[in-house]
Every structure is written in C-alpha cells, then in structure tokens.
C-alpha cells in the first residue's frame, strides 16, 4: 500500500471529525472556510446556541500527540480566524456564545481516537 500524503491524512481526519461532531450533537455549519492570507477553519459547527471554531489536528504513526501542534502562533491565528468569520456573517463577538476547539485525531489504531478540548483556545 502507497505512503498517504499529509494532505490525503488531514482529508480523512477532518472528515472523521465532522462525523464525530455531528455524532457529539454538533451542527455542521461549514468545513474549508478560508480567509484570505491568514488561513481556514477547518469546521464551524453549532453546540446549542454556541458558535464553535474546530481545529482538527489528526496524526497517523507519528511522535507526539497531534493536540500539542496548536503552538501560540496558530492559536492566534485562530482567534484572528474567528473574529473574520463573525466579523463576514454579521455576528458582534462580544454578544454571541462562541469558542475555539482542537480536535485531536490518532489514526495509529484499528479505529480513530478522538480528543475534544472544548474552549481549548482563547483570546490571547
């Protein structure tokens, strides 16, 4: 079988973590939401009436557990990310429920593992 590439394993742990979180009762809001220069949301999902921004950080045969990868520039990244998707769909960040979650995938088993750290990032 041919080594999978980075992106062919963030594919299929990003799509394993909708499933998860639709599984967990989220709603999928939107997946892929890029803005331009800074980056993308991997998913922005619904948790009752909490707008949440999911980082999926998904790891196959690798040292080291995919959550530590969130270093401080990527979490600010995704605060700046957060603020630009409220900030496009008119919602004022100081009056709405919202958060940043990591979602961690380890694909090195017979079966995904999922770590969910909820508020896992906060302003910073």
């Known amino acids: 079988m041919a080594k999978r590439t980075r992106s062919e394993i ?8 909708a499933e998860y979180l639709i599984s967990q009762g989220y709603v999928i809001r939107e997946r892929n939401w890029r803005y331009t220069h ?15 921004f999911v980082e999926v950080r998904t790891r196959q ?17 995704l ?4 603020y630009a998707w409220l900030d496009e769909h008119g919602h004022n960040p100081d009056t709405l429920d919202w958060r940043i979650d990591v979602l961690a995938v380890q694909l090195d088993g ?9 508020n896992a990032v906060g302003e910073l």
């Open 110 to 118: 017979p079966q995904p593992r999922f770590s969910l750290y909820q």
């Open 38 to 52: 800074v980056g993308e949301i991997d998913i922005v999902a619904e948790d009752g009436a909490a707008i949440v």
């Open 10 to 17: 963030g594919s299929d742990g990003e799509r394993l973590a």
């Open 79 to 82: 605060v700046r990310l957060a």
């Open 61 to 77: 045969l690798e040292v080291g557990l995919a959550e530590q990868s969130v270093n401080p520039a990527k979490q600010r990244r």
